[in-house]
């Protein structure tokens, strides 16, 4: 099974300010015949299903805001949050599909 | 527009055994994979399973073996989640989740929380 690992666990910010949270996959999630990394990135936010921020590690779901952007290859993974707002409080989660069992990140919790 | 309307929620008793269902519409059922995903309070986002409606193709993750049963109806564009010998570290959101190929989780439906308490 492909082991995500993130960090922090918890991460907390100013209004405005920048969040970094890292991602480290056990084995490569490059999809070399598709020249894609099966990495997503996910918002959670209490009684909601999450929402994929980010996908193929770096592509934008349509309607996110461009303060998010998700960047890295093979196993190591960034999401970066500019310009914090108190909309982004939730909890983050780095999510591979490259292979069954389809696994998550732990979580990253970010708080103003 | 696509949709995924999960059944209502549950409160079972250990040893029990769960069923709920998730009815898709705005598109054809055969044509996307449909997983399962929980999240157990405090706890994080946890991969159930797999299945392929347009041939019952299934997986689930190892932990579920032999408690897990994925079903789908073709006549009626429904996915079911079963669960049995249920314990009480099964409470959780239960999701179901289309998948929109290579870009991987595409639309969710809302969740059905499930209680496991004697």
């Known amino acids: 099974d492909i082991v995500l690992t993130q960090s922090p666990d918890s991460l907390a910010v100013s209004l405005g300010e920048r969040a970094t949270i890292n991602c480290k996959s056990s084995q490569s999630v490059f999809y070399t015949s598709g020249n894609k990394n099966y990495l997503a990135w996910f918002q959670h936010k209490p009684g909601q299903p999450p929402k994929k921020l980010i996908y193929?590690?770096?592509t934008r779901e349509s309607g996110v805001p461009d303060r998010f952007s998700g960047s890295g290859s093979g196993t190591d993974f960034t999401l970066t949050i500019r310009n914090v707002q108190a909309e982004d409080v939730a909890v983050y989660y780095c999510h591979q599909y490259y292979s069954t069992p389809w696994t998550f990140g732990q979580g990253t919790k970010v708080e103003i | 527009e696509v949709q995924l309307v999960q059944s209502g929620s549950e409160v079972k008793k250990p040893g029990t055994t769960l069923r709920i269902s998730c009815r898709i519409s705005?598109?054809?059922?055969?044509?996307?994979?449909l997983h399962w995903v929980r999240q157990a309070p405090g706890k994080g986002l946890e991969w159930v399973g797999l299945?392929?409606?347009?041939?019952?193709?299934?997986k689930n993750a190892e932990k579920f073996r032999g408690r897990v049963t994925l079903t789908a109806d073709t006549s009626t564009d429904t996915a079911y989640l079963g669960l049995r010998s249920l314990r009480s570290d099964d409470t959780a959101f239960y999701y179901c989740?289309?998948?929109?190929?290579?870009?991987?989780?595409?639309?969710w439906g809302q969740g059905t929380l499930v209680t496991v308490s004697s």
């Open positions: 193929w590690a770096s």
């Open positions: 299945i392929d409606p347009a041939d019952a193709e299934r």
């Open positions: 989740v289309r998948v929109g190929g290579s870009i991987g989780f595409d639309h």
């Open positions: 705005g598109y054809n059922f055969n044509d996307y994979y």
